[in-house]
Nanobody, 116 residues
Framework: QVQLVESGGGLVQPGGSLRLSCAASGFTFSAYAMSWYRQAPGKERELVANIGPAGVSAVYADSVKGRFTISRDNAKNTVYLQMNSLKLEDTAVYYC?????????WGQGAQVTVSS
């Protein structure tokens, strides 16, 4: 079955960097777009970034443009989110996701806390 497992979250100071990873299994990873979402306390889940199957095209939320980079390694069935210049408002649980045949699949989430 489809499995998405995030890793790399943690506590970081404002201005710092983190890299999230999402290891995928149970499907043909290279055939599907992948996304990162986040959900802050008391807020709705929002799309952070999306990358096409080949890794050529990517889109970003305005709030993270120029600071975050999504990438993927199809040989390793892994998608990444490099987060630089982190701000307090980036604090959230970050989820890896993909959509197949109108079904959405989610990882368990990785906590990212930006605090001084």
């Amino acid at each position: 079955q489809v499995q998405l497992v995030e890793s790399g979250g943690g506590l970081v100071q404002p201005g710092g960097s983190l890299r999230l990873s999402c290891a995928a299994s149970g499907f043909t990873f290279s055939a599907y777009a992948m996304s990162w979402y986040r959900q802050a306390p008391g807020k709705e889940r929002e799309l952070v970034a999306n990358i096409g199957p080949a890794g050529v095209s990517a889109v970003y939320a305005d709030s993270v443009k120029g600071r975050f980079t999504i990438s993927r390694d199809n040989a390793k069935n892994t998608v990444y989110l490099q987060m630089n210049s982190l701000k307090l408002e980036d604090t959230a649980v970050y989820y890896c996701s993909t959509r197949m045949r109108r079904n959405d699949y989610w990882g368990q989430g990785a906590q990212v806390t930006v605090s001084s």
